[in-house]
T-cell receptor
Framework: NAGVTQTPKFRVLKTGQSMTLLCAQD?????MYWYRQDPGMGLRLIHY???????AKGEVPDGYNVSRLKKQNFLLGLESAAPSQTSVYFC????????????FGPGTRLTVL | AQSVAQPEDQVNVAEGNPLTVKCTYS??????LFWYVQYPNRGLQFLLK????DNLVKGSYGFEAEFNKSQTSFHLKKPSALVSDSALYFC?????????????WGLGTSLAVNP
């Protein structure tokens, strides 16, 4: 099993450009999450999904959109990138059981110039 | 409001000495408690969790954590630190009831083990 994979690993954008980050998991997990990690701010939840076709907002959803058309994939979109979105983005997945652990992808390092 | 505190931004220990990384929480009831580790330029990896039962939980790489209900703490410990333990450590909690779809994260503690 590959676990949780993220594409791409690195990306540089110019302000105003758009892009989509892809997260894929092969563990048949119901729940999937997108986080951003910034120095000194820990992990902040952007959006999450509790099942195929569902999405919900996290702490910092502004400027991002998500879609979960297939159970194994969770896409994070930036429609018009801003320098404030320079960050490392992590995807995670888990079963629907509250006691279960979250499994993380390797991250995408995004720089917006 | 529910919250997790990791009071130390950085912990420095000498190799071979015991280490403690502190975590306290403010969550109603008896939450599920987790520790994760992040090595440089990597994603987070699960270390251990408390669900129920014995207050001392053993996890990966020789780490353990002690759940203290009265102090609402879940400190991470290791009897003898290794240089390879140097990493960023995150504590997280999840409510057992209600809105338990999300983890509440601490800000992380950077552990430096000096040779």
């Amino acid at each position: 099993n590959a676990g949780v994979t993220q594409t791409p690993k690195f990306r540089v954008l110019k302000t105003g450009q758009s892009m989509t980050l892809l997260c894929a998991q092969d563990m048949n997990h119901e729940y999937m999450y997108w986080y951003r990690q910034d120095p000194g701010m820990g992990l902040r939840l952007i959006h999450y999904s509790v099942g195929e076709g569902t999405t919900a907002k996290g702490e910092v959803p502004d400027g991002y959109n998500v879609s979960r058309l297939k159970k194994q994939n969770f896409l994070l979109g930036l429609e018009s990138a801003a320098p404030s979105q320079t960050s490392v983005y992590f995807c995670a997945s888990q079963t629907g059981l509250a006691a279960d652990t979250q499994y993380f992808g390797p991250g995408t390092r995004l720089t917006v110039l | 409001a529910q919250s997790v505190a990791q009071p130390e931004d950085q912990v420095n220990v000498a190799e071979g000495n015991p280490l403690t990384v502190k975590c306290t929480y403010s969550v109603s009831g008896n939450p599920y408690l987790f520790w994760y580790v992040q090595y440089p330029n990597r994603g987070l990896q699960f270390l251990l969790k408390y669900i129920t039962g014995d207050n001392l939980v053993k996890g990966s790489y020789g780490f353990e954590a002690e759940f203290n209900k009265s102090q609402t703490s879940f400190h991470l410990k290791k009897p003898s630190a290794l240089v390879s333990d140097s990493a960023l450590y995150f504590c997280a909690v999840r409510d057992r009831a209600g809105n338990n779809r999300k983890l509440i994260w601490g800000l992380g503690t950077s552990l430096a083990v000096n040779p």
